[in-house]
């Protein structure tokens, strides 16, 4: 998993350069920011709506003051915690049970399909 800070999020050209990856805390460690096995950044061309909804997020007080999906500034012991409330969400809404990663999946899927690729 990778630590999205917000100066990250590049304005001209749009795009998001990632410097750090997060290790997963345990019971007895707190989860911490590291640098990236290579010492390379991962840079992902973003589009503007994908800036508009960040903005949107940090404006609405989704963010906190230095990481774009954490209020208090703080990571959680478990990066994992997105889990239940996906399940959750995909429950009441009656969808088939998937992991955040084959949501993404689905989702590009879906946008390629709609848009006439194969």
Known sequence: MYAIERRLIRRAPV??????????????RTTKIVSRKNDE?????????????????VGAGYAGKEFLFSKTGDLPRYIDSHVRPLKLVQQKLGLRLLSHRKVG????????????SP
């Open 41 to 57: 950044a991962y840079v992902l061309d973003l589009t503007e709506d994908v800036l508009a909804a960040v903005d949107w997020r």
């Open 105 to 116: 999946r689905h989702s590009v899927a879906s946008l390629a399909v709609t848009s006439g």
């Open 15 to 28: 795009r998001l350069v990632v410097e750090q990856a997060v290790q997963r805390g345990t019971k007895t």
